[in-house]
């Protein structure tokens, strides 16, 4: 008859884990992320400023017939209330329309992140103000 294969024996300590090359690379990977958000929350944190405002006059003025002068204004006061130096109130775009003002707040914004790598990210943010 057949004989039987031998099993064969487990180790009796059998490894696990990570190798330092891997806890490294581990570590390395995350660093990265880790550094592209701190260099990113500065700029979302500016642009919700820049969305409060923008919705803020939006609410301020809706149906009270106002005009565009008292839109920007109103912009560039919330700008130094609200310390925003990412754009200006001038860089805010105030047109005539569907029987209102659309107030836009379109930019970008460049943030370096390791040595000739960039992010660059594009914001647009526009509210209707009805007359």
Do not use: C, W
């Not at 190798?19 to 660093?31: E, H, K, P, Q, R």
């Amino acid at each position: 008859m057949y004989a039987k294969p031998a099993r064969k024996q487990r180790s009796k300590y059998r490894q696990s884990g990570m190798t330092a090359l891997g806890l490294t690379i581990l570590i390395l990977f995350v660093g990265i992320f880790a550094f592209a958000a701190i260099r990113l929350t500065p700029i979302y944190l500016n642009y919700m400023k820049i969305v409060s405002v923008v919705e803020g006059v939006a609410e301020e003025f809706d149906s009270t017939g106002a005009t565009r002068a008292m839109i920007r204004s109103s912009v560039a006061r919330r700008f130094d209330i609200d310390s925003v130096s990412t754009i200006t109130a001038r860089d805010i775009k105030i047109k005539s329309k569907d029987g209102g003002f659309e107030v836009s707040a379109t930019y970008s914004h460049k943030a370096p992140f390791i040595g000739n790598v960039s992010f660059i990210v594009d914001f647009d943010k526009r509210v209707l103000v009805r007359r």
